[in-house]
């Protein structure tokens, strides 16, 4: 989902380098303020403006990946697959923002990999909340020995749509998502159900959400190891859930394999009583509370600071809101709200500077910091103090009778991540 509009925040500290910066990092906005003599939207059609301005910014979040992948920060040789034909020739990100594409990525990739490669005689499950082109799951699958996961992907339908016409028109795409080699040919049934391929009809939500008029042939996908699923997740936020979208997500979802959660940037747009109900619904329904889950995210924090306020002031220009980051503001709370959710057995939170100071090895970052020029240290402390990645996670019965009786600790690989970071990212 959306992160700030860069530029515009630090020309506001510095208004004779703001010309010179790029534009935004990860799911980063697409510019522009307000337009004046607009006619006033009904309730209705200013939220369909903001879901729109929230969807649209995914393809920012591919160009910006795209772009650190071409300077040589990251390695993904799927990540112009993702790059829309309309965007033109894709712009290169300015050094502060390949920066932080590279720590987010590389530092997220480094605890999805400490969860997959624990206790490898037992099946994982990811499930990425607000995927949009994301391209974990097709890095993970073209491993020579890929890790044995069950992986999900949850957007909006016009997201999905995207991403699904994507994969089946690329050849490379459909292999490793496990689709036929014919372009004519269909997706196999759900790889935790028994059940023939689930046709649903398009989601009708009790909250007001709105029907999307493409078919799931569309906009969902579904291989053994492999599901994109169309979904509003405001739909999952009443009490109790709506039951239509609950179905679809149970036809799919392995309610016993151990779970992670990813949320990049994505859960900061819900209020914190809907997210909360979200996560209940994930850790107490979807998931048998005695299985063991984490939950693992990216997002601002630090509102309240000069940088911050103009950040949000940016953000509600383009009728973006950040709802949850006023009660999660720092890493404190964010540590706080992980326990909130249920995840007693740890929880951490550190900002992106950490992770680029603490974490990466004197080696990696000569490496990184000699593929480009970068003049803007002061500007990247304080981009980077502005974004954090929190996680925490739960043993869940099973996880402790495991380690009782002397069998691998999943979690093994994220207890001293946060406390002791060194030298394990790069």
Known sequence: MATPQIPTLLASRNPQRGSNLGRSRGRGGRGGGLRSHQPE?????QKARNDKIIQ????????????????????????DCFVGSGSGTPQRRFPIINRGTYVRTTAIDQLVDNFLSSDLTTRKQIISLG???????????????PPDVLYHELDFPAN????????????????????PT??????????????DEVSRSPQSSSNGTTPDPQSTQDTELHT?????????????????????ALSALQSYISPNLPTLLLSECCLCYLPPSQSTTLLSTFTTTLINPTTPLALLLYEPINPTDAFGRVMLSNLASRGIALASIETYPDLESQRARMKSYGFD??????????VWDECVDAEEKRRAGGLEMMDEIEEWELLARHYCLAWGWRDGGIGKEKKDEGGKDIWEG????GSRRRDRVG
């Open 41 to 45: 939207l009904t309730p209705e059609e």
């Open 56 to 79: 649209e910014t995914d393809q920012d979040a591919s160009v910006s990946r795209l772009s650190a992948v071409q300077v040589g920060y990251l390695h993904d040789p799927f990540a």
């Open 131 to 145: 995927a949009g082109s994301d391209t974990r799951f097709f890095r993970l699958a073209s491993r020579s020995v």
């Open 160 to 179: 999905t749509a995207q991403k699904v016409a994507t994969i089946r028109r690329t050849p490379k795409l459909r292999a490793l998502a496990g689709l």
């Open 182 to 195: 014919s372009q004519q040919g269909q997706d196999t049934p759900p790889a935790t159900s028994s059940k």
């Open 224 to 244: 053994p190891n492999y599901h994109i699923l169309a979904l509003d997740m405001r739909s999952l936020t009443s009490k109790p859930p709506d039951p239509s």
């Open 345 to 354: 057995a740890g929880q951490e939170a550190v900002t992106v500077n950490e």
């Open 414 to 417: 994220w207890r001293n991540w």
